[in-house]
């Protein structure tokens, strides 16, 4: 019988395009992979289900089941009370995935990868006594954070919005500032958002491993804490299997900002995204900063651009990100005549590995989303670090902090960077020594990702390595039955 791994990811673009690069090395390897959803549409992120349609479209090799709907399910939205509302959400799809599980031939399911936000499936999966590993999105670090805050406050102590932006201590990433924490961090620590997200975190320790999409020499302290028992005792096994990025998209029909690319010299291009959900939309206000300052610097530019926020911050009106923006309106009277051949202005999206990839492109602007930047570190391109939301700040501290990858945008924490800013920074990362050095950098990083994956890498290795174990876990007194 084919080994089969059921992956379960979670409702995010971010969150679902590494695990789907993750398939197709499961493929490689021999066995057979089967993609379990919560039905795509639960999620406020309309451009979400049309992700899943295409690369499941994409993937004949890997069978797709949608768990069926729920007759009154929550609404997943971007707000404070998301964690509560997604933990709610998976936990009431739990008897579904166990109908599903169960109903697979006994014996037939080697391992479940489980989103490491759903955590809510260890449930079913203990109840059917199959392996589970979590996978997470986000970097060693960020895991290393994660696994200590539960026990970093004690009750009585600061919570950690109090400490503002007094530097907390973890073993293996720099001194982090406890502002820099993701927001559910920041909630009154008697909140049932931070008591929610508080036993997540713990649940984790639960799984038979973590697979994290970073590789090891990227991440050097990070994973070295991760795996010493004396700094973090008691977490399972880490396995750093990254960088999975998606491959670039030949065979597709060209975006006309690759055209444009091509004319340009090399690496003269400033790239500008801030990531794939409405929380990367900047203000009116913002947006005619960074305008001013892109045609301050003098330099090339490929920017993507999104339509503001909503005025009205009403949970029953979801935000819809792919509003197509009026950038006549929104951009500096004459802007896009004054730059017209410099400058390229984008709506909505563009297809990103191929722009990092482009010998044009020589600088990334980029909330620091962990994909966004394995793309831009496995594209060898400097970033500008503009985090936004989620563990984007964390991720901040590492690229300039600890990898030397990226330099820091002032004025994202007080919400608005300034034109002088925008125009400092990338004539900054363009033109000095400083951004050579950057430069050199990432691209030995970059050399380094693209040996991790080959004979004898360290994500080769270490993917070796879980599959092994999973065999070990496998044994037969574990395989599943319904109750």
Known sequence: MTKTIVLY???????????????????????AVTVVLIDPAMKEDIA??????????????????????????PRVTHDSQFVLRYYDLVNRYN??????????????????????????????????????????????????VFLQLPSIRTVGQ????????????????????????????????????????????RRILEAEGVLVNTFASLEARAVGALGDPRRLPAIPSVYCV??????????????????????????????????????????????KKIAVGLEQSGHRFLWVVRAPPPLSDDPERPFNHC???????????????????????????????DVLRHRATGAFVTHCGWNSVLEGV????????????AEQKMNKVFMVEEAGIGVEMVGWQ????????????VRLVMESADGERLRARVKAHSEAAAVAWKDGGSSRSAFGRFLSDADEHMTPERTHVLD
């Not at 673009?13 to 398939?23: C, D």
């Not at 979400?48 to 399910?73: G, Q």
């Not at 975006?255 to 801030?274: G, I, M, N, T």
Request: one cysteine or more.
């Open 158 to 201: 600061p919570s950690f919005r109090e400490l503002g932006d007094n530097s907390l201590d973890f073993h293996g990433v720099p001194l982090m500032p406890a502002s820099h924490l993701i927001s559910e961090m920041l909630e009154d620590p008697e909140s049932e958002v931070y008591k929610a997200l508080m036993d997540g975190l």
């Open 48 to 73: 979400f289900p049309a992700v899943v349609r295409r690369i499941a479209a994409s993937k004949p090799a890997v069978a797709f089941h949608t768990l069926p709907r729920l007759e009154d399910p």
């Open 414 to 425: 007080e919400g608005l960077v300034e034109a002088e800013e925008v125009e400092a920074k």
């Open 323 to 353: 509003a197509d923006p009026d950038l006549d309106t929104l951009l500096p009277e004459g802007f896009l005549e004054r730059t017209n051949g410099r400058g390229l202005v984008v709506k909505i999206w563009a297809p990103q590995v």
């Open 9 to 31: 990811p979670g409702l995010a673009v971010s969150h679902f395009v590494p695990m789907m690069q993750l398939a197709d090395v499961l493929l490689e390897e021999g066995y």
């Open 242 to 287: 990254g960088p999975l990025v998606a491959d670039a998209g030949e065979g597709k029909e060209k975006h006309k900002c690759l055209a444009w690319l091509d004319e340009q010299p090399e690496r003269s291009v400033v790239y500008l995204c801030f990531g794939s959900v409405g929380a990367g939309n900047h203000s009116n206000e913002q947006l």
């Open 95 to 144: 008897h579904h995935l166990h109908s599903f599980l169960g109903s697979m031939p006994p014996g037939s399911v080697h391992a479940m990868i489980v989103d490491a936000i759903s955590q809510g499936a260890l449930d079913v999966t203990k109840k059917l006594g199959i392996p589970v590993y979590m996978f997470f999105a986000a970097n060693a670090s960020t895991l290393a």
């Open 378 to 389: 496995t594209a060898g391109v400097p970033m500008l670090c503009w985090p936004l939301y």
